[in-house]
Every structure is written in C-alpha cells, then in structure tokens.
C-alpha cells in the first residue's frame, strides 16, 4: 500500500446514543466545555457539539447508549472516489448517499459497515460555521496541528469480539498505520492513526460482539482538565478513574461515565507522531500513573 492509497486523513465527528439527551448537554457543556452548535446540520433530532471552527463534531442522539456511526475524513473527491473502489474491491458495500451527506453537513459522503456492523461515514467538505466557537468552560480543543482540523476530533477505541477481520479492515483495507501495542489481561490493544494524532482509533477484542469503550477528547491546557476533573467529582456523573499519564500516547486524562454507557476520556498533553521516524513499541500497562478505577 502506497501513500496514496491512505485516503482516511482524520476522524471527523462521531455519532453517539444516549437515552437522555439533557443529560449529555449537561454533561458535554458544563463538564466537557463543548458547545452546542446552534444551527443544526440538518434537521436530525439529534444534540450537536462543537469544539472548534466545524459546524459540529459530537452527535448524540436518542438511544440505548452506544457509538451510532463514526466520520473518517478524506482530502476531496478524488480521494473518496478511490477509497470507494477500494472498498468494494474488498467486499465492504460502500454506498454514495446525498441525503445523509446534508443531514452531516459535508459535501460527500459515503457508507458502508465494519466487520461487525458498525457504521462508517467517509467524507470530505465539513462545513466551518460562520460564529467563533466558544466553550462555556474556556476549554480549547486540540483538533489541529499543521492545518486547520486535520487531527480530528480525538480518538474513538473499540472492542471486537472477531477482532482478526476488524484488524484486517483498518489496518489492510484501509490503510490506517500501527502506533503500537498495549498489552491488557493478557491480550494485544492495537492503536492506530492517520495522522500524527497518536492514535484516532484502538481496537481489542471484547465480549460482546462490538463496544464503544471510549472515545476521548483532548484540549491544551492541565488546568482545563484539572477543572473539568473538579467538576465531574462534584457532579452526579460517575468519574471512573482517577487523573493518570497513558504510556503510548503519554496524554495526561481521566475517564468519565458518559450518561447511558460508555467512557469519556479527557486529557492533555498528547504525543503526535512522525511517521518517518516512528517505531512501533509494545506496552505492559496502559498507564506510567494514575487512572486508578474509582467507579
Ligand atoms: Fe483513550
């Protein structure tokens, strides 16, 4: 695979459920210091957040508490053209679709599903909202390094209880690069990226046959984390560890009980990588300290 056949540039936005969606604006204003977006991309009963110049990035909408799709971003239309190809070369059913395209807000969009079901969204053309964005908590997000948004919006980490054809998917079908590895009870964590964020994707095998573990939002400063942590303690949201320092991607975080399922991660101080000189390692633990369980 060439440099050219990595079209997948960032993790757009990603879509959430929850079964009660006042508590995640609480939850994602108050404590996460998102914003909610006040034009709506497109009509969906959904909460957006913003956390930078996008119209969005964080979609939640009204279920069980779970990941609902997840946005890869390509370059332009050339890129989504090739990915397409590739993809159905590969058996993956990618499919075109224009309506979903309006209702996220980007230019071009397609669909198709993992191997076990989850939904990916490939698209290009995000649309940038005219208003400044401004977190209520005065958090900044880390989306962007060389360019405008081209780190993503954070990372997303899933478990696969068929985790060889997952593996397969994104690292051979479309390309995503290894980080490396944690080892966890005795099974291999594989962190991966597509940009010189650290990892905007880990996977692992689960019990269950798909899981959001996590997905993680990071911003510039200790003291933003170091208050939102304050916060979450006081609050009726459930903290699930304490602050701690991750050892591959060395982000200082704590993780967060979203309401209705899953964990949010919220750090600082993330590595990027440089792909000419990175190596990949393997990691014994998760953590150098910290992210003691409290939940
Ligand atoms: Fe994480």
Known sequence: MTEHDREVIACGYVGLT????????????????????????????????????????????????????????????????????????????????????????????????????????FFHGARISSAAFVSPTGASFVTSAAGPGDLGFGHIVISYAEIGSALEFFFGTLGFRHSD????????????HVNPRHHSL???????????????????????VGRSFDYFTDSPFALSTTIGKHTNDLMVSFYVKAPGGFEVEY?????????ATWT??????ASFWGHRNVG
């Open 181 to 192: 590895i944690i080892m966890l009870a005795g099974d291999p964590w594989h962190f991966a």
């Open 18 to 121: 929850a079964p009660d969606l006042s508590a995640w604006r609480s939850f994602g204003t108050e404590g996460l210091g998102l914003q909610v977006a006040g034009d709506a991309a497109g009509g969906e009963d959904a909460l957006l957040l913003r956390m930078d110049e996008r119209a969005w990035r964080i979609a939640v909408l009204p279920g069980p508490g779970g990941l609902a799709f997840s946005g890869w971003e390509v370059r332009d239309a050339p890129a989504l053209e090739r990915l397409a190809e590739r993809l159905a070369k590969a058996g993956a059913d990618p499919r075109a679709d224009d309506a979903l395209a309006a209702r996220r807000g980007v230019a071009e969009l397609l669909c198709c599903m993992d191997p076990s079901g989850n939904q990916l969204e």
């Open 280 to 285: 990949t390692a393997m990691y014994d633990s």
């Open 267 to 275: 750090g600082c101080h993330g590595r990027l990588i440089d792909d």
């Open 202 to 224: 880990a996977l692992g095998p689960g019990p269950r046959s798909s899981a959001l573990e996590h997905i993680m939002l990071e911003v510039t400063d200790l003291d933003v």
